[in-house]
């Protein structure tokens, strides 16, 4: 008898973060740089963990 669960893993991360990747064209020494592009996604140890589970085809909840 098979029981349909809505997770196939919980990870409970107690050190959430927020990972910012900056888009730049060039870097150019002692003058301002800018960024075209910003993305925020959710990091720390345990929420990488679940990303990855999600791209292997899991269903995760991550609890921070």
Not at 9 to 19: K, M, R, Y
Not at 38 to 61: D, I, Q, S
């Amino acid at each position: 008898m098979a029981i349909d669960r809505p997770f196939d893993l919980v990870i409970a991360a107690p050190n959430p973060a927020v990972d910012s990747y900056y888009l730049l064209d060039a870097i150019s020494l002692q003058e301002v740089n800018r960024a075209y592009r910003a993305f925020h996604t959710a990091g720390g140890k345990g929420n990488n963990m679940a990303r990855a589970a999600v791209r292997l085809g899991g269903r995760v909840l991550s609890l921070g």
